[in-house]
């Protein structure tokens, strides 16, 4: 199923290329073998640029033999969803209207790996402008899930998911804004990480919607989703919506000193949410065991009552839209973005340039938002949705005065096939459980739990934590990771 490289972890690479038992140059090639064989299926990517790819590492590997590595992760790739701009290389958002740019600079994020030596490994596939739940509303492509091909790897990083998932690369980059991190991170079996508002800088990183994305890491475990939140995060001169974290100690170190078990930690859960429409059996059945794991862990677990998640759903999509229109007026073919060539004056050029070069959903959430924003309806929509915005992040405060973290499925169902949701609401709805996440500007992060017993699709855990609480919530999912019955998620490909 698997090379002795295509698995591994970033910890284990960096191991083995400190102890001098291969190179960078040898793992590219490995993940270029990988690629070449399951990518047909996968659809993953959409740029791969393997001559420039291969000649960082050439240049990683130089720097190591002559004990200058940049740190021990030198030379290691990393997969970029389509939403960051690294310099040199096409941003295009998985959007027709943005085929022909190129990036002039890099995003803070991408400029941080840089630091670090990680390489920047080739352009994921993602939902047009990261609008979706599924990775079908891609101009390019459609991407498949590696545990089931006929099914999506969830969205908008469901490119970034399934390469990390089908052992395509170690890692990478996507962006969450309702659960676009968490959500694919549980339909592919891997680790997802959406952090606090403002722990990540979002400089070079294309806006959907400014008060709600976040950059996160997609990983194997939950030590490399440490890792790379060390690298990516921290103040950002050029995002002003960036903070200060005040911790004394690295989260990988704080991962690597977690204890063996769970004494001590109080943990919120929500029985209703068993009662809820749409969850489907095998989530049910996973959250209980889930639960049930985490009282024989020593934890002490603590019932919360969460009335405001039934009001999330439309609060987020309001906000979202909104900010999109917004966001989004600047690709008309003038500021930014193609143009189309037939058109007769300025009106018919706005409207032919985005017509035809933006997909149907994109222009579904512009209306949406344009509507919600106009005049005698703000008041009734966007500005209700805002309050509902402060009652959620109210309750959250709430919730964790009484436990360090809190649990819930991160899905209300396994992966669903590709074509079988053809209704927008119904396709909003698979963002239930994490997008009130980032409506709080808190952190959360999914963790594989299980797999269906038909089907054998993973099934994901998500811990919740306060704001800037992402070491409780990496402790809890690491406990919770070494513990689980099953220890690795592999798809059989």
């Known amino acids: 199923m698997s090379s002795n490289i295509t698995y591994k972890s970033l910890t284990q690479l960096a191991d083995l290329l400190e102890n001098k038992e291969t190179t960078s140059e040898e793992i590219c090639s490995e993940y270029f073998d990988r690629i070449e064989k399951v990518e047909p299926q996968i659809n993953a990517f959409i740029k791969l640029d393997t001559e420039d790819i291969t000649k960082k590492a050439e240049e990683s590997d130089s720097r190591r033999k002559a004990g200058r590595q940049l740190s021990r992760y030198d030379g290691i790739p990393i997969s970029i969803k389509d939403i960051y701009n690294v310099k040199g290389q096409s941003c295009n958002c998985a959007s027709k209207i943005l085929a022909p740019y190129t990036a002039i600079y890099d995003a803070t994020v991408i400029k941080k790996i840089k630091e670090k030596g990680f390489i920047p490994f080739g352009r994921n596939n993602m939902d047009e402008f990261a609008m979706g739940s599924s990775c079908e509303n891609s101009s390019y492509q459609t991407t498949s899930n590696p545990w089931d091909l006929r099914r999506v790897p969830g969205g908008s990083s469901g490119g970034s998911a399934a390469a990390v998932s089908a052992g395509e690369v170690p890692a990478s980059l996507g962006t969450d804004t309702g659960g676009s991190v968490r959500q694919p991170a549980a339909f592919c079996g891997i680790v997802g990480l959406k952090p606090s508002y403002g722990k990540v800088s979002r400089y070079g990183i294309v806006a959907f919607a400014s008060s709600l994305d976040q950059a996160g890491p997609l990983s194997r475990n939950v030590l490399d989703s440490a890792v790379l939140l060390d690298t990516i995060s ?87 839209t909104a900010e999109a229109s917004a966001n989004l007026a600047r690709f008309d073919g003038i500021r930014y973005g193609s143009r189309i060539k037939d058109y007769k004056d300025l009106n018919e050029l706005y409207l032919k340039t985005r017509g035809r070069k933006l997909g149907d959903e994109v222009k579904r959430r512009i209306l949406l938002g344009t509507f919600v924003l106009s005049s005698g309806y703000y008041d009734a929509y966007y500005l209700r949705a805002q309050k509902v915005r402060t009652l959620i992040s109210d309750s959250f405060r709430e919730t964790f005065q009484k436990c360090d973290v809190f649990l819930s499925p991160t899905t209300p ?66 406990v919770f990771e070494d513990n689980r019955e099953i220890k690795e998620f592999i798809p059989d490909l």
């Open 413 to 478: 169902t396994p992966a669903f096939k590709i074509g079988e949701v053809s209704s927008p609401v119904e396709m909003y709805m698979a963002d239930v459980f994490t997008n009130f996440v980032n409506l709080a500007g808190i952190c959360g992060i999914n963790i594989p739990s299980g797999l269906t017993k038909d089907d054998n699709l993973p099934v994901g855990l998500q811990i919740l934590g306060p704001h800037l609480g992402e070491d409780k919530i990496l402790k809890a999912a690491k």
């Open 234 to 320: 921290g103040l950002d001169k050029m995002d002003t919506t960036t903070v200060r974290d005040k911790r004394d100690d690295s989260h990988e170190s704080i991962v690597r000193k977690s204890n063996e078990n769970l004494d001590g930690f109080k943990i919120g859960v929500c029985h209703k949410y068993l009662e809820m429409d749409g969850l489907s059996e095998s989530i049910k059945e996973n959250y209980m065991y889930s639960i049930e794991q985490m009282r024989e862990l020593g934890a002490e677990i603590i019932d919360i009552s969460f009335p405001y998640t039934k009001y999330a759903i439309a609060a987020y999509y309001i906000i979202a």
